[in-house]
């Protein structure tokens, strides 16, 4: 038994320094990937998203928004460029559905501190109008972990709590993967969210359960492309610069 042990040893070792030996020989061309050549995009700056982006929201108006009626979103557009939640107007959701994308937005929680909890500038941020990304004002402000700002509500908390002091303008940069669904309506592939909060990693490919439910369970009902909705959850928030990639 020991020599049989001992000859595989051997033969895996030959073999292995074989393969050393003809890759040293190959040309180093021959693992050069030279097709499909990336898009040439230019990156984003705090003043401008990159090239091939959605611009959803630039100060401008809200002509990508409508509320769930599928009328005007009634949300309020500030002289400096923000918009600002309008308290009993509703959530806002893009015209246009997504699936799998890169998203960008700014938000800022009341300078005022009011209320506490789950009370003070919550908002939030739903990919495909069913996945929530929290918004909140987490400053030296206590609440549930799965529903603290950067937490995919009531499923995971963020890594890390990344705020600005409260009042402070703060970044969300979410990739998500959108879930899958067969013809019968099972589910195939998970939903999956990556976040980083003012650049940090707070959210790491993080697995979608279901949706984001206030109360009960996440659930997994088949759905396609839908839109971004943002909260009216009866707080001032405000939001600027929001852009999205598709993937
Ligand atoms: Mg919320």
Same mark, same amino acid.
């Given at each position: 038994m020991k020599e049989i042990i001992t000859l595989c040893i051997c033969c895996l070792l030959i073999s292995c320094s074989t393969t050393a030996q003809q890759e040293q020989k190959?040309?180093?061309?021959?693992?050069e990937v030279w097709e499909p050549e990336p898009k040439v995009v230019t990156g984003a700056t705090a003043q401008k998203p990159p090239s091939d982006a959605i611009v959803l929201?630039? /100060?401008?108006?809200?002509?990508a928004w409508k509320n769930?009626?599928?009328?005007?979103?009634g949300w309020k557009i500030n002289s400096d460029g923000t918009m600002t939640v309008v308290k009993g107007s509703g959530p806002i959701f893009t015209k246009e559905k997504f699936g799998s994308c890169q998203l960008h937005i700014e938000w800022k929680t009341p300078d005022e501190i009011e209320g506490e909890?789950?009370?003070?500038?919550n908002s939030g941020v739903f990919l495909q109008n069913r996945y929530e990304v929290q918004i909140l004002d987490s400053y030296q402000n206590r609440t549930y972990s799965n529903g603290?700002? /950067?937490?995919?509500?009531?499923?995971y908390p963020p890594l890390v709590n990344a705020m600005n002091p409260t009042g402070s303008w703060q970044t969300y940069d979410i990739i998500f993967t959108a879930p899958e669904f067969n013809a019968d309506g099972m589910k195939t592939r998970s939903g999956y969210i990556t976040v980083l909060h003012n650049g940090v990693l707070?959210?790491?490919?993080s697995e979608l359960q279901g949706t984001s439910e206030y109360i009960g369970l996440p659930k997994n009902i088949a759905h396609g492309d839908d839109g971004i909705q943002l909260q009216d959850h009866g707080n001032p928030t405000s939001f600027r610069n929001i852009w999205i990639r598709k993937l």
């Amino acid at each position: 038994m020991k020599e049989i042990i001992t000859l595989c040893i051997c033969c895996l070792l030959i073999s292995c320094s074989t393969t050393a030996q003809q890759e040293q020989k190959w040309p180093p061309e021959l693992t050069e990937v030279w097709e499909p050549e990336p898009k040439v995009v230019t990156g984003a700056t705090a003043q401008k998203p990159p090239s091939d982006a959605i611009v959803l929201f630039n /100060g401008s108006g809200l002509e990508a928004w409508k509320n769930a009626e599928g009328g005007p979103a009634g949300w309020k557009i500030n002289s400096d460029g923000t918009m600002t939640v309008v308290k009993g107007s509703g959530p806002i959701f893009t015209k246009e559905k997504f699936g799998s994308c890169q998203l960008h937005i700014e938000w800022k929680t009341p300078d005022e501190i009011e209320g506490e909890g789950q009370g003070r500038g919550n908002s939030g941020v739903f990919l495909q109008n069913r996945y929530e990304v929290q918004i909140l004002d987490s400053y030296q402000n206590r609440t549930y972990s799965n529903g603290q700002a /950067g937490a995919i509500y009531k499923q995971y908390p963020p890594l890390v709590n990344a705020m600005n002091p409260t009042g402070s303008w703060q970044t969300y940069d979410i990739i998500f993967t959108a879930p899958e669904f067969n013809a019968d309506g099972m589910k195939t592939r998970s939903g999956y969210i990556t976040v980083l909060h003012n650049g940090v990693l707070i959210q790491n490919h993080s697995e979608l359960q279901g949706t984001s439910e206030y109360i009960g369970l996440p659930k997994n009902i088949a759905h396609g492309d839908d839109g971004i909705q943002l909260q009216d959850h009866g707080n001032p928030t405000s939001f600027r610069n929001i852009w999205i990639r598709k993937l």
